[in-house]
């Protein structure tokens, strides 16, 4: 039988009626259409489907929906503002971050929550945060560029 339940996606307040079972991310992609949010192996092992969930990263194909009543979720959709790409987003491009893009929702999000934590990461710290995430194109040196390239141009006031 279906539960009502209500969160805040990309700041808007949504109330759905959802089965037990269904996943945070089955609830982003078909009920809401929020497709940024990838589905790879939907057992947790990608990261594809990363989102924040009250700020921290979270894998959506291990969160069942009823999980996320009253929390705060933010996907790939509500990063940009005002149709100016977030600073991350513009440094993945400019790295050459971005291959094929399946992975880079969930690095995006990744690493928001890290430069959230710690404005001047470590490679090695970057490194740690991207952990959970695959990407099967970049090798991960420019993703690692990208963030570092954010927080850097945040610390010296540049791009905000
Ligand atoms: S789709 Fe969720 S971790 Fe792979
Ligand atoms: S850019 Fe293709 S999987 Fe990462």
Not at 63 to 88: K, M, N, Q, R, Y
Not at 130 to 140: H, P, V
């Amino acid at each position: 039988m279906k539960r009502l339940v209500n969160l805040t996606v990309n700041g808007t307040a949504r109330e759905l009626a959802v089965e037990p079972r269904r996943t945070l991310l089955a609830l982003l992609r078909e009920d809401l259409g929020l497709t940024g949010t990838k589905q790879g192996c939907a057992e947790g092992d990608c990261g594809a489907c990363a989102v924040l969930l009250d700020g921290e990263p979270v894998n959506a194909c291990l969160v069942l929906a009823l999980e996320a009543a009253g929390c705060e979720v933010l996907t790939i959709e509500g990063v940009a503002a005002d149709g100016t790409l977030d600073p991350l987003q513009q440094a993945f491009i400019d790295a050459g971050a971005v291959q094929c893009g399946f992975c880079t929702p969930g690095m995006v999000l990744v690493a928001r929550a890290l430069l959230a934590r710690h404005a001047a990461p470590t490679p090695r710290e970057v490194r740690h945060a991207i952990a959970g995430n695959l990407c099967r194109c970049t090798g991960y040196q420019k993703i690692e560029d990208a963030i570092l390239l954010a927080a850097r141009r945040r610390a010296a006031g540049g791009t905000p």
